[in-house]
Each structure stands twice: as structure tokens, then as C-alpha cells.
């Protein structure tokens, strides 16, 4: 009996990084989950594969339980006074990203995590709040299909409406709720390597077929 995983790539890098994703109150759940689902699951066939896995963290403005914009609440690792070097930040999307553009110690400490990071990530509505710490000024960025029109009257921003994640330097940024899986599917890749990238897709059994994409 087979438990659907794919081998190994022989040619995987031994890349070891800390992938660290904001949490804060109305966060939406999929935004966080989504990514966190996908990230450990590849440090999950790293390790049972003998090879060096990535750290995932959560992390918050303040240590205590996080209420998320449906009702889950999350305990978060790490608040931004005491979390390890982040090599990827993932800032989720939700309602609450409205609140977090005045909060100017979050948005400094985004900036400041921005300059070191490899890669700077957003989900939906999240890359409201790079924008706002300025690491997504000036640049192509993806969000929430709700929130285009108002996103791009703040200006200095240029919004793709037609592309699930976009890419502009290192900051990665995607369209709403589901479409944070797919941006942190293609991370994967681009941490290791494209073969383990779609191992860990065949793990998830990430193959959407939404059962409402006709008229039925």
C-alpha cells in the first residue's frame, strides 16, 4: 500500500530556512493555514527524507491567543520582540489589516524583517500591509478581487487582477484566501526544487476541482 508521496528528488539543495508567518486579530484563516499547511508538510518530507527541513513560526504583536476573523483562535510562537531570523515572512490577509496600516510599530518592524529576508510574502489583503510598511511600493502585487479597486487608489502600487501570485523581486504576493496555497506551493519550489515542490502537492492532494466552477 502506497501513502501517495512521491520519492525524493536526488537533486533537492539542503536548504534549511525559517519561514515565519504574522499572525493579528481578523487575520483570515485560510491565509494563515493555507501556507502553514503547505510549508509543513515540506519540511515534513525533508525530514523523512534525511535532509535538512524548513522552520515555520507564527508570530504576533504580543504573546496570547490571536482571534482569527471566523472564530479560531491561535497561540502564536514568537511575538516580533523575540522571534528567530526570518529568511521568509508570510503576512496574512483579513479584516484586520484595515487596523494594522496605523500601527506603526508592526509596520516598522515588517520594514525592518523586510531588509534581511529572502523572500516577502503576502496573502490577500496582506500586501495592503506591505504596501503600507513600504516594502510593496512601486511594485506589481496581487490581493483580495474585492479590495483591487481600493487598493489601487492608494497609489505608488500597480494591482494585477488577473494572476492567482505575483512575483516582483522578492516580494511575493497573491490573490485571496485559496490562492496562498498555490503562491506557497511555488515558494517550495524555489526554496528547494520544483520535483519537491510538486511532492508535497501530492501529499496535500492539492488539486482543485471546485464543485461549483459551472452552472449546475
Known amino acids: 500500500m502506497t501513502d501517495g508521496r512521491d520519492a525524493p528528488s ?20 485560510l491565509d494563515v493555514v493555507g501556507p502553514w499547511e503547505v510549508f509543513t508538510a515540506s519540511a515534513m518530507l525533508l525530514d523523512e527524507a534525511g535532509d535538512a527541513g524548513d522552520e515555520v513560526v507564527t508570530i504576533a504583536r504580543d504573546a496570547g491567543p490571536v482571534g ?31 487596523a494594522l496600516v496605523d500601527d506603526t510599530d508592526l509596520l516598522a518592524w515588517l520594514a525592518a524583517v523586510g531588509v534581511d529576508a529572502r523572500w516577502i510574502t503576502s496573502v490577500c489583503t496582506g500586501s495592503l500591509l506591505l504596501w503600507a510598511s513600504g516594502l510593496a511600493k512601486h511594485r506589481r502585487v496581487a490581493t ?14 500597480r494591482i494585477v487582477r488577473d494572476a492567482r501570485w505575483v512575483r516582483h523581486g522578492n516580494v511575493v504576493t497573491s490573490q485571496g484566501v485559496s490562492a496562498g496555497i498555490d503562491m506557497a506551493l511555488w515558494l517550495v519550489g524555489q526554496l528547494h526544487d520544483p520535483a519537491h515542490a510538486r511532492a508535497t502537492q501530492r501529499y496535500l492532494q492539492y488539486d482543485p476541482a471546485p464543485p461549483y466552477a459551472a452552472d449546475v
Open 10 to 29: 536526488p537533486t533537492r539543495r539542503n536548504t534549511l530556512a525559517t519561514i515565519g508567518i504574522l499572525l493579528f486579530n481578523e487575520a483570515e484563516e
Open 68 to 98: 482569527c476573523a471566523k472564530g479560531l483562535r491561535v497561540l502564536p510562537d514568537h511575538t516580533i520582540d523575540d522571534h528567530p531570523r526570518l529568511d521568509v515572512i508570510v503576512v496574512p490577509g483579513g479584516r484586520g489589516t484595515r
Open 144 to 157: 483580495h478581487h474585492s479590495f483591487e479597486d481600493e487598493f489601487a487608489r492608494l497609489g505608488d502600487v
